[in-house]
């Protein structure tokens, strides 16, 4: 599909990706077909990344002001974490030095909390896994593959740990985080991860990504 | 506009390029040609060579000039010093600013810019080499680039120039029939929408010759609304089988 290709009739319900155009449905992006009861959408082969509350970003952060982080979320819009998020409890400038916690170039687990399009998107650490990462190594994916990335419940990312026998960190808004500490491996993830990127729509993709990690495949 | 000069269209009817008279020049896209940018194309027509890349969306900047219900549209059209046949200052011109408001008012309709608002979609349109129609070439290309970029649209735009040589309407009027020629009409045509968002005229047309130059332009952008898609479907899609897996 390309944009203003028609994908469906009016009766159909709009689904992502798609608009209404003169009684017909058509697609707004570059994509792949995707019809069912609930309406016909487009998954997207390459776009940006648009903040929506609950998802796992992993983020840098990028300005630190007296009461709070802006944090690079890879989207057109920069995340925000309060300082009473990251100090759980009322901010006190005497006693409390953001910058002793989080300087610039942190690059931090977050989730998103509060996101309406007219303010930038609240970020929260206050939960399971969040906060500073302190060691890996940050590998950028277009955000439209991520769900590729992780694949249908997780299968395609639980493989690709064991098969590496380290943990990535897949922030949706297509920034990884690659925990190993051998750089042969994190050499062979950098290239799963690319392959992931530009195969996204191959059959058989998840036994070509643990074969290239494992070693049984040459990678590219 | 002065008869005597170059003959424009010869015995046979053709061309000074050898083009029948709804003939359009070739066209070659290159997507993804620049690697830093969102979205980019290398487009080709005839001897156009025009590149285009697009960032966004981002933050804007100054922050004053940001919408608060849709992005903007930055539109920069420049000719290279080394695109016409005489060294160009390469400082922004009156023209080049004025057709940079003009591809930015003719994209606009495209462009879902309400989904993202507070932002900026950059683009930037080089002509590498003029030879005649870079506005409409530029924003064929534009319209390319931001699809490269993932940015939502409401379908593509296609151009297409059509004027007067010799009292014969032509289609995707070269430097010299720009030049020499009597008319000229450069149309941008949206397929989905069955829209013109852009029309501009230059020189003298009877009524008659301009629903004729309106239904050629439309013809010819029909055409390469055609090699747009067929050139996005080329470098975004597989055969058939292979698109059925879930992501």
């Known amino acids: 599909m390309v944009p203003g290709e028609v994908i469906g009739t009016g009766d159909n319900r709009a689904g992502e990706n798609t608009v209404k155009v003169q009684g017909s449905i058509v697609a707004t992006r570059v994509g792949i077909r995707r019809g069912g009861p609930e309406g016909v959408s487009v998954i997207p082969l390459k776009g940006f990344y648009v903040p929506r509350v609950g998802d796992m ?51 931090l687990k977050a989730k998103i909390v509060a996101f309406d399009r007219s303010q930038d998107p609240l970020l929260t650490i206050r939960d399971q896994d969040l906060g500073k990462a302190d060691f890996g190594f940050l590998v950028r994916v277009n955000p439209s593959k991520i769900p590729r990335v992780i694949g249908r419940g997780g299968s395609m990312l639980s493989k690709i740990q064991q098969a590496s026998n ?27 991860l690319k392959l992931i990127e530009e195969e996204a729509h191959v059959y058989g993709l998840t036994e070509k990504v643990v074969g290239l990690i494992s070693g049984k495949v040459e990678g590219q | 506009m002065t008869e005597g000069k170059t003959k424009l269209i010869d015995e046979n009817g053709l061309r000074t390029d050898g083009r029948r008279p709804d003939e359009l020049r070739p066209i070659r896209i290159e997507l993804g040609y620049l690697k830093h940018a969102d979205g980019s194309v290398l487009y080709e027509q005839g001897k156009c060579k025009i590149l285009v890349a697009v960032f966004g969306p981002s933050e804007v900047h100054p922050k004053h000039i940001e919408l608060p219900d849709r992005a903007i549209l930055k539109v920069r059209y420049h000719m290279a010093p080394f695109s016409v046949d005489e060294r160009k200052s390469p400082a922004p011109s009156r023209r080049e600013m004025e057709l940079s408001m003009v591809v930015r008012n003719a994209l606009e309709p495209i462009v879902i810019t309400e989904l993202f608002p507070r932002t ?18 530029g924003l064929t290309a534009a319209a390319l680039a931001l699809a490269d970029a993932g940015i939502p649209l409401r379908g593509l735009v296609a151009g297409c120039a059509v004027g007067k040589a010799d009292g014969t309407m032509v289609l995707d009027l070269n430097d010299i029939e720009d030049k020499e020629g009597d008319a000229d009409m450069p149309i941008a045509y949206i397929p989905t929408m069955n829209k013109v968002s852009l029309l501009q005229m230059d020189g003298l047309l009877t009524r008659d010759e301009f629903r004729q130059g309106i239904s050629m332009a439309i013809n010819g952008s029909m055409r390469t609304y055609a090699l747009q898609a067929a050139a996005l479907k080329s470098k975004y899609s597989l055969p058939e089988n292979q698109e059925k897996e879930e992501m």
């Not at chain 1, 750089?183 to 950098?190: E, N, S």
């Open chain 1, 57 to 107: 970003v992993v983020g840098i952060v990028c300005d630190v002001s007296y009461n709070m982080w802006k944090v690079d979320i890879n989207s057109p819009y920069f995340g925000v974490l309060p300082a009473t998020d990251v100090f759980g409890r009322r901010f006190d400038p005497t006693m409390d030095d953001p910058l002793k916690q989080f300087d610039i170039g942190t690059v």
């Open chain 2, 120 to 137: 900026v979609v950059e683009i930037f349109i080089e002509i590498l080499q003029a030879d005649g129609g870079t506005r409409v070439a």
């Open chain 1, 166 to 192: 380290s943990r990535v960190i897949v922030g949706q808004n297509g920034t990884v985080i690659l925990t190993t500490s051998d750089p042969a491996m994190r050499d062979k993830l950098i290239r799963a």
